[in-house]
């Protein structure tokens, strides 16, 4: 099976089996016949209700959500600054949101509903807005360089102001729950998130799947784009905008997640080809597949307690992608 559509088949089959298994384990388990019993509305447990339709269901939506989320925008970096090593967090977006939220919970806002997401989101995008704005300054071109540059500085300065609210705020309620965000984990899931974050997923993914053609195109070089009627600078605001809309909103309800959008997209590259009209939509999938997976394991390995699902999604992510790059460098040496 070497045709990407056939693997676009397979990934697509395989995330309902793997959301279907995410909801039948956690600290409470539920048979097949407890979940068929609550969704058709026959189930008579109203403790199974409870878990299914307000925890565990949101939840491993969520999950799903955000992987897709960030598995899409990771290809779209890749192929948009062609580097494998690009990942959806590369303009500050984690940095920022993760200051935004810093700020809502040391100030103690958080006890209005929404504020942590809220100011995670906005944090997000003024990242990625200040880069952006630096990068067009100083670089009338926008270059990859000047956007990347721009962007591990302002990472850095909102680096600083999250560890210093974070010891400000000493080992109080705070400092943890702080903590606990930053590693990222899925655990406050609610059903508005997941109609939130579907909504952005789907009018961003419809936006890059607009342009992967023209994305195809600009692998090619800039130069080339051009010859081909594609103008480099409208393309990469475009894409820009929507990879940070939808990567913001991601990260507003779950935290900082790493490595699922730059492994599922490197992995899937391999796989169906560079082609962004199959690579867009594998990634999603895959990501997708892969944190609903690590999800559950947060969930299930140390329960009752659970595990920041960043944690796991490094230990899982780090080596393989140590692999996969010594892997390439041996066949560069053998070519």
Not at 40 to 46: H, K, V
Not at 178 to 199: C, M
């Amino acid at each position: 099976m070497h045709h990407p559509k056939s693997w676009l088949g397979v990934l697509g089959a395989l995330v309902p089996i793997v959301l279907g298994l995410s909801v039948m384990f956690g600290a409470v388990s539920l048979s097949l016949s407890e979940i068929v019993a609550v969704l058709s509305g026959r189930a008579t447990d109203q403790t199974a209700v409870t878990i299914l339709i307000q925890i565990r269901l949101p939840r491993v939506l969520l999950a799903a959500l955000v992987g897709g989320a960030l598995g899409l925008c990771g290809a779209v970096m890749q192929g948009l600054f062609r580097n494998p090593l690009a990942d959806p967090y590369l303009l500050g977006i984690a940095s920022g949101a993760t200051a935004g939220a810093a700020v809502v919970i040391a100030l103690h806002l958080d006890i209005y509903w929404g504020a942590v997401p809220l100011g995670a989101f906005v944090g997000g995008v003024l990242a990625v807005a200040i880069v952006y704005r630096i990068a067009q300054t100083r670089w009338a071109q926008l270059d990859n360089y000047a956007l990347i540059l721009s962007g591990v500085a302002l990472a850095a300065l909102f680096s600083a102001i999250t560890s210093f609210l974070l010891f400000y705020s000493g080992a109080s309620h705070d400092a943890r729950r702080l903590i606990f965000w930053i590693l990222g984990g899925l655990g406050g899931a609610q059903w508005v998130y997941v109609f939130g974050l579907l909504s952005v997923l789907i009018i961003a993914g419809m936006v890059l799947m607009l342009f992967a053609r023209d994305l195809n195109a600009l692998a090619l070089g800039e130069e080339m784009a051009a010859h081909l009627g594609i103008e480099p600078r409208h393309l990469r605001r475009i894409l820009l905008i929507a990879v940070t809309a939808l990567t913001a909103v991601a990260v507003a309800v779950s935290g900082t997640i790493g490595f699922v959008g730059l492994i599922v997209p490197h992995i899937l590259r391999l796989i169906v080809g560079p082609d962004h009209r199959m690579l867009l939509p594998a990634s999603a999938l895959g990501g997708a597949i892969l944190l609903t997976l690590c999800d559950t394991l947060a969930r299930t390995v140390l329960a009752p307690a659970e595990l920041p699902i960043g944690i796991i999604t490094a230990l899982l992510g780090a080596p393989f992608f140590l692999f996969l790059l010594r892997r390439r460098a041996q066949l560069g040496a053998l070519l």
